[in-house]
């Protein structure tokens, strides 16, 4: 028995010693440290194009329709047909314009013959009253009654003249009325252009687009040689454009070819349903290279007036319900809130609590929780 007492009093120090137990503070938790590649942030003015549809439409295009109904009598242009500003193109025929003419005219003739007639009689019933007005002023040669007479007569004939002079100027007005209408049997193009859609031929009854008979134009005319790029920029692209502004585009019609054309007219107005705003380029196209109808691709500038700040795109990501970067400062991550901009050869702008010179992990993901410490290793965003 004290043979075994002896033995395992012997043992208990070497177990003691076998343990080796680590003294307190001797662990090293930063060789645990995730090692992440950092990309500082970047300030810089945004320069870049950006690829936009447009569409190519004609400066002036006009469907043409009579101001009055009547039967389509002669028609000069076909689809294709070029035509000057002022030149005869359609005529037409309404025979009841002729006939309401001539009533007109002999309206007129009426009215004046009453008004040389009312004026006669008042020169006449004139002269008669300043003839006893001079006898009144010899006592008993005419009565007092007599004058009066006279004098209302006269004032009663200046009535009927300016009557007259009134139902002439009616008169005048009604024939100029006839007449103007029955100018409009004949149609001028109002425009040099190109006759691109012909939709009747003589005999057919037209009349104004209101009317029955005025569903269907007669001809199209387009402004082929002068064109209005439409392009449909949107929202984030609207940057700090200016009127003069060239602008670079192409059309499938013509590969190889880049054409320009300055801004012209800017909207100023969105349109909600897609977020766009329509700007319009002035396009001349004296050659007939250009056609009306045209999709093209423009190379629509974009510039930031003030510089803003660009991380790569990888290095912004979100939990579902926020959208941040992660930022390295002393060895520990910090989730900073930001909002997107515009992307630029694989980076973007970024608008938040950053600064330039800031430290962000390059391929950022929720899997690295704020107050993580980490190990970096630096890396130069592209530009």
């Known amino acids: 028995m004290k043979t075994a007492i002896i033995t395992l009093a012997l043992s208990l120090p070497f177990i003691g010693c076998s343990s080796n137990p680590k003294p307190a503070g001797s662990q090293h938790p930063e060789t645990d440290a995730q ?140 024939l100029r009325s006839v007449t103007q209408l029955e100018s409009y049997l004949n149609i001028y193009a109002p425009f040099d252009g190109i006759v691109t859609t012909r939709n009747l031929h003589p005999g057919a009854l037209v009349g104004p687009a209101s009317g029955q008979s005025g569903a269907m134009p007669i001809v ?34 013509q590969p190889g070819q880049v054409f320009h054309a300055p801004i012209t007219r800017i909207s100023q107005n969105l349109e909600l349903n897609t977020r766009t705003m329509p700007i319009e380029l002035d396009v001349h196209s004296a050659d007939g290279r250009l056609s009306p109808g045209s999709f093209s691709s423009v190379q629509w500038p974009v510039h930031r007036a003030v510089p803003t700040m660009f991380v790569p795109v990888s290095a912004v990501t979100n939990d579902q319900q926020r959208t941040f970067v992660e930022r ?26 950053l600064k330039p010179g ?8 929720d899997a690295i929780r704020p107050g993580q410490r980490v190990k970096t290793s630096s890396s130069t965003a592209s530009s």
């Open 220 to 253: 199209q005319i387009a402004d082929t040689r002068h064109l209005r790029l439409v392009v449909p920029v949107p929202e984030a692209y609207v940057g700090e454009m200016q009127l003069g502004q060239q602008v670079a585009f192409t059309v499938p019609a």
């Open 35 to 174: 090692t992440v590649e950092v990309v500082s942030v970047a300030s810089q003015k945004l320069t870049t194009v950006f690829t936009l549809p447009a569409q190519l439409l004609p400066f002036q295009m006009v469907d043409v329709y009579p101001k009055v109904t009547g039967f389509l009598d002669m028609i000069r242009v076909d689809r294709g047909s070029r035509v000057h500003k002022g030149e005869l193109i359609i005529r037409l025929s309404a025979p009841e314009l002729v006939a309401q003419r001539a009533q007109a005219e002999s309206s007129l003739r009426a009215a004046e013959s009453q008004l040389t007639t009312a004026q006669a009689k008042l020169t006449s019933d004139k002269g008669t009253y300043l003839h006893i007005a001079s006898a009144a002023k010899t006592p008993g040669v005419v009565s007092e009654n007599d004058v009066m007479v006279a004098s209302q007569t006269a004032s009663a004939d200046e009535g009927q003249v300016q009557s007259a002079e009134s139902n002439v100027a009616a008169a005048r007005e009604a």
């Open 328 to 353: 390295v400062r002393n060895g520990k991550t910090e989730w900073v809130d930001v909002s997107t901009g515009l992307g630029v050869n694989g980076n973007i702008e970024v608008f938040g609590d």
């Open 358 to 365: 800031d430290e962000v992990i390059r391929n950022a993901t």
